[in-house]
């Protein structure tokens, strides 16, 4: 059951020095999350970062004693962000910026730049939880396999064609060579051993069904979601694929063509020493076995007062 800590906002407090915000220029959304921010006035000290110079700008505001800091851009800005905030106890809020923004909606963070404002210097603060793999943190989904060939060719051809055409060439691209290679993975003590084009870890229990299509079970188990693709071919991979649209992740479990685990850590051992991974979105080459764990309530992330969706616990 999630339950949320109400706060005071720190923007609200008389007297209170002004919440430290960065924003990404290149986020779709900067110059209205910049009008936005200006409209509040002296409420927020405001700042133009680049992605790569996000950790430093963070770090420099905690060492400084923000309690609270805002970031606007899409996922991979809001994941920088999470991997400097998880655990220090300081509150992150968020203008959403970029192409899909799950981690704002599955938080019912509005992405209307003024709303998101406003939410930003009041709100609630839930503790919610994050994914980690080998150091390195996620907060929606991480892939190993197709996903990851359909990551790194959608990023070749989104500069030539855009983001939602390059998404349907890569997707057909995965399809005509589907991927197939050989994991072992470690649940609960018991290791089992696969040939399959995709492993999937979600961050709180997911659903493949429309509309939610990889969104958040709402009231879902809080525990890391393991998908283990059992179909080897792409036909078979598309027809689970309509399935999964369909029915749904339970449905499709009792079924040969997926495994599913719910778990707090699980272990993903590759067949090469080293390889890419899907996080958020965003690829990483890690270093074999890939060691996942469920981090509870590491990161304080300002929402609506009563939203409860998605996973969280008192903070």
Do not use: K
Not at 27 to 40: F, I, W, Y
Not at 281 to 296: F, H, I, N
Request: contains cysteine; charged residues 20%; neutral net charge.
């Amino acid at each position: 059951m999630t339950s949320v800590t109400s706060v005071t906002g720190a923007a609200v407090v008389a007297g209170a020095p002004p919440i430290p915000a960065f924003v990404n220029p290149r986020a779709g959304t900067a110059a209205q999350a910049g009008e936005a921010l200006a409209a509040a006035g002296s409420a927020f000290a405001v700042r133009e970062v680049e992605p790569a110079a996000l950790p430093d700008a963070l770090r420099e505001a905690l060492a400084g004693g923000a309690r609270r800091v805002l970031v606007s851009g899409g996922d991979g800005t809001v994941a920088v962000a999470a991997a400097v905030l998880a655990g220090t106890g300081v509150e992150l809020a968020l203008v959403p910026g970029g192409t899909l923004n799950h981690f704002a909606r599955d938080h019912g963070i509005p992405t209307d730049a003024a709303e998101a404002v406003q939410l930003a210097a009041g709100g609630t603060v839930r503790a919610v939880d994050v994914g980690e793999v080998n150091g390195e943190l996620f907060l929606n989904t991480s892939a190993v396999g197709a996903y990851v060939v359909f990551v790194r060719t959608r990023e070749r051809l989104e500069r030539y064609m855009g983001y939602r055409l390059a998404s349907l060439v890569a997707g057909l691209r995965v399809l005509s060579a589907m991927p197939r290679f050989r994991v072992e993975v470690e649940v609960e003590g018991e290791t089992r051993s696969y040939l399959t084009p995709l492993v999937f870890v979600g961050v709180g229990e997911r659903e493949l069904r429309v509309p939610v299509l990889g969104g958040r079970v709402e009231g879902g188990a809080a525990a890391l979601h393991l998908l283990v693709v059992r179909s080897r071919t792409a036909t078979r991979l598309l027809t689970l694929s309509l399935a999964l649209a369909a029915r749904g992740v339970r449905a499709m479990t009792r079924t040969p063509a997926l495994d599913a685990f719910l778990v707090d850590r699980c272990r993903v051992d590759m067949p090469r020493p080293r390889g890419y991974v899907a996080l958020d979105g965003e690829t990483r080459r890690l270093t074999a076995p890939l060691e996942y764990v469920l981090r509870r309530g590491a990161l304080r992330v300002v929402v609506p007062e009563g939203e409860e969706r998605g996973t969280g616990h008192e903070g």
